[in-house]
């Protein structure tokens, strides 16, 4: 997208849009957002280092099939062992219940 095509997304003055990109004037809020809207990104994007700009990117690109997989496969592992906990602290209380029930009765009197 060109300079141009930008101010009129975004409904800014083209110069005004330049002074802004080389940091001649600092943009209102309002201007921001404009510029954000016609990007297609969220305000505060625009305001990232390029370093900041790339770890976005990055957690926001699409995943491939193949990471889809494996958090797939993640989370099922992980609701597995869930079941597994649940078993184990369900056999633990079973276990608690029968040693109390093997304790000798007390006689009252």
């Given amino acids: 997208m060109t300079q141009k095509q930008l101010a009129q997304k975004a409904d800014l003055d083209e110069t005004q849009l330049g002074r ?3 940091g001649h ?3 209102s809020f309002e201007a921001v957002e404009r510029v954000a809207v016609a990007l ?3 305000p505060f994007y625009l305001l990232m280092s390029p370093e900041e700009r790339a770890l976005w990117d990055a957690k926001s690109a699409p995943k491939s099939d193949l990471e889809a ?3 797939a496969l993640e989370r099922g592992r992980d609701a597995r ?3 597994i906990q649940k078993a184990l602290r369900l056999a633990e209380k079973i276990k608690a219940e029968r040693a109390a029930e093997a ?3 007390r006689k009252k009197g």
Avoid: C, D, H, I
Wanted: proline residues 17%.
């Fill in 20 to 22: 802004y990109l080389k």
């Fill in 25 to 27: 004037t600092s943009p």
């Fill in 40 to 42: 297609g990104v969220p």
């Fill in 69 to 71: 997989r494996v958090e």
């Fill in 81 to 83: 062992e869930q079941e």
């Fill in 103 to 105: 304790l000798p009765q």
